[in-house]
C-alpha cells in the first residue's frame, strides 16, 4: 500500500506565498504522475496542477502562472509552490500520486488527506 501525507498549509495574507508537500510512503515501485487537487467548500474538488514523471506540467487556467508543481520520485515528493494567494484560493488541497506496483499491474490513484489554505486577512 502506499499512503500520502500533505503539509504546508495554513493562514495568509492576500499576496502571500506558501508551499505545499506531499510525500509518498510504504511499497513505491513506479510513479507515473502527481496532481494537486482543491476543494473550496461548497464547491466540486478540481484538478489545479499535474506533473508526469518526465517533468510535464500543466495548470488549472485560475492558478496558470501563480501557482508551480515540481516533484522528486527520488524522494517519492510533490510540491506545489503557491504565490500571489487570494481570498478564492481558500480550500482545501489534495494531492494525488498515479502508482504502479508492477510493470504488470495498472496505474491506481491514491490521495493524500488534505491541508487546509485559509487566504485571509
Known amino acids: 500500500q502506499v499512503q500520502l501525507v500533505e503539509s504546508g498549509g495554513g493562514l495568509v495574507q492576500p499576496g502571500g506565498s506558501l508551499r505545499l508537500t506531499c510525500v509518498a510512503s510504504g511499497s513505491i515501485f513506479s510513479i507515473s504522475t502527481w496532481s494537486w487537487y482543491r476543494q473550496a467548500p461548497g464547491k466540486q474538488r478540481e484538478m489545479i496542477a499535474g506533473i508526469t514523471r518526465l517533468g510535464k506540467t500543466n495548470y488549472a487556467g485560475s492558478v496558470q502562472g501563480r501557482f508551480s508543481i515540481s516533484s522528486d520520485n527520488s524522494k517519492a515528493t510533490v510540491y506545489l509552490q503557491m504565490d500571489s494567494l487570494q481570498p478564492e484560493d481558500t480550500a482545501i488541497y489534495y494531492c494525488?500520486?498515479?502508482?504502479?506496483?508492477?510493470?504488470?499491474?495498472?496505474?491506481?490513484?491514491?490521495w493524500g488527506q488534505g491541508t487546509q489554505v485559509t487566504v485571509s486577512s
Open positions: 494525488k500520486l498515479g502508482h504502479r506496483s508492477s510493470w504488470t499491474d495498472p496505474t491506481l490513484d491514491y
